[in-house]
């Protein structure tokens, strides 16, 4: 079983692991002192629940992160295909059809989510911009439905714009057609960072990039997160980026998925490139490889 592979891990899993710290066991409620920004109490998701499709995305997850103030933490989730990571990711969301759960709780700031609300913010893989606004106006879209004036809205947009690494005067009248993969992903970003969302959930945004801009992204992603101080979920199939983003990561079993291990990783002192190189870094990336490896291998054993 998955538990048994963990537990074969021991040995490892009570040293420090690279860039890395291995926890004993996945942090519930009880095990920090600080209030919570989310909490899972035995949450379990099921969908088409009693028919001939019935199938469980995830079961029985527990997990809490904390708030810290003035920082906020980086959480990374990894784990095999079909273990459940965007259910985890659209259930903080309040985001249906994965909201609400099947079974247990899913709190926000101590309280159950009860749908989608302006403390959480989601930036999707897909590129979500309207293709009849500009740069300007997809960036100034959320200010506008909150009833923000125009002059001050666009004062905001201009400002997100340069934040992303995007030109005003070159990129602002610009429509999503006329972007590259990587720009429409920073107005993604800009337009859910003008709301200044508590909690920033981001489901493999990087995934259809090609390396060289993603890393660009992962470093930019890096410096916007240190200013805005919100916690972020990050959803990714890339190890790499986890331990370089991540100040925690949250590795999962094969579906239905469980958070299985908790590691907390040392903040990245350089770029994506650079850290890439770094002995230290790749050990961390080597142990969650092999223990994915691990899962996946056990997984296909049981099924046949």
């Not at 963990?6 to 710290?21: E, F, L, N, P």
């Amino acid at each position: 079983m998955a538990t048994q592979i963990i537990q074969s891990a021991a040995a490892t899993a009570a040293q420090d692991v690279g860039m890395g710290r291995v926890l004993d066991r996945v942090q519930q409620a009880g095990a920090q002192d600080r209030p919570h920004v989310v909490e899972f109490q035995h949450v379990t998701k099921t969908y088409n629940a009693g028919l001939a499709n019935e199938f469980t995305a995830i079961r029985d997850v527990n997990f809490v992160v904390a708030d810290i103030p003035d920082k906020g933490e980086f959480v990374c989730i990894l784990g095999p295909s079909g273990c459940g990571k965007s259910t985890i990711l659209r259930l903080i969301a309040g985001l249906e059809p994965q909201h609400p759960a099947t079974r247990g709780n899913v709190l926000v700031f101590g309280k159950p989510v009860a749908g989608p609300a302006a403390d959480r913010g989601m930036v999707f893989q897909d590129y979500t911009s309207f293709d009849h606004r500009s740069v300007l106006g997809n960036i100034a879209f959320g200010l506008e439905c909150q009833g923000v004036d125009r002059r001050e809205r666009n004062e905001l947009a201009c400002h997100w714009i340069g934040q992303v690494g995007l030109n005003v005067a070159t990129d602002a009248e610009k429509y999503p057609h006329e972007l590259s993969g990587g720009m429409r992903q920073r107005v993604a970003i800009a337009r859910t960072l003008i709301l200044q969302p508590r909690i920033i959930l981001m489901d493999e945004p990087f995934g259809a990039l090609d390396p060289q801009t993603r890393m660009n992204m992962q470093d930019l992603l890096i410096q916007l997160w240190r200013a805005v101080e919100a916690t972020v979920f990050f959803v990714t199939h890339s190890i790499e980026e986890a331990v370089f983003l991540g100040d925690r990561v949250y590795i999962m079993s094969t579906g239905p998925g469980r958070v299985m291990k908790e590691l907390e990783i040392e903040p990245a002192d350089r770029p994506a490139l650079e850290m890439a190189r770094v002995p230290r870094f790749q050990e961390t990336v080597y142990y969650i490889r092999d223990l994915i490896a691990q899962l996946e291998a056990q997984a296909n054993a049981e099924s046949k």
